[in-house]
T-cell receptor, first 115, second 116 residues
Framework: AQSVTQLGSHVSVSEGALVLLRCNYSSSVPPYLFWYVQYPNQGLQLLLKYTSAATLVKGINGFEAEFKKSETSFHLTKPSAHMSDAAEYFCAVSPSLNTGNQFYFGTGTSLTVIP | GAVVSQHPSWVICKSGTSVKIECRSLDFQATTMFWYRQFPKQSLMLMATSNEGSKATYEQGVEKDKFLINHASLTLSTLTVTSAHPEDSSFYIC????????????FGDGTRLSIL
């Protein structure tokens, strides 16, 4: 079975500070992992994805995430927060080795950036 | 690339009206499309999954006669909320995915549905 846990439903950081959003997954097969961002009243935008290539994945807007199999984690980071990063962030897992439709989202983390 | 267009973005209508929401993949073939409902400050709730040319698969608790889904082509899926009532008011989001487990879902911008 596959699932995603996002620790911390709300995270606040100061502008310019490190952003760390946590995501742990559970998967019975090697996973594909994704991070999405959602701004108010909009759909989800893909930030980055891990598909079994490099374990450190770089995405848009300066975000990156590292796949750590030993920790079953895929935490999202950004060295320096910007006011425009305030949004809702979702981690998702999709099992590999099939062409099925399963796609499991975490409950989301709301990021607040304090000026 | 990978643009998904969802229309309308906002609709307000009277109770009892049926509302159709369109989801189009503009630059790729979407073998699978998904329809979600999102309540304020919550994650996405998957309503149904549709594959082109076949009947949609509904999640438990979602009324298939209430939420009609059609996926007639590789670029278009529609969700029709039939005889909408105020409790159907919500934010509905579609996504589309090309074939292959490594493919991400690409999301439309959502439709805010308000039933008076």
């Amino acid at each position: 079975a596959q699932s995603v846990t996002q620790l911390g439903s709300h995270v606040s950081v100061s502008e310019g500070a490190l952003v760390l959003l946590r995501c742990n997954y559970s998967s019975s097969v090697p996973p594909y992992l994704f991070w999405y961002v959602q701004y108010p009243n909009q759909g989800l935008q893909l930030l980055l994805k891990y598909t079994s290539a490099a374990t450190l994945v770089k995405g848009i807007n300066g975000f990156e995430a590292e796949f750590k199999k030993s920790e079953t984690s895929f935490h999202l980071t950004k060295p320096s927060a910007h006011m425009s990063d305030a949004a809702e962030y979702f981690c998702a897992v999709s099992p590999s080795l099939n062409t099925g439709n399963q796609f499991y989202f975490g409950t989301g983390t709301s990021l607040t950036v304090i000026p | 690339g990978a643009v998904v267009s969802q229309h309308p973005s906002w609709v307000i209508c009277k109770s009892g009206t049926s509302v159709k929401i369109e989801c189009r993949s503009l630059d790729f073939q979407a073998t699978t499309m998904f329809w979600y409902r999102q309540f304020p400050k919550q994650s996405l709730m998957l309503m149904a999954t549709s594959n082109e040319g076949s009947k949609a698969t509904y999640e438990q608790g979602v009324e298939k006669d209430k939420f009609l889904i059609n996926h007639a082509s590789l670029t278009l899926s529609t969700l029709t909320v039939t005889s909408a009532h105020p409790e159907d008011s919500s934010f509905y989001i579609c996504s589309a995915r090309a074939a292959g487990g490594h493919q991400p879902q690409h999301f439309g911008d959502g439709t805010r549905l308000s039933i008076l």
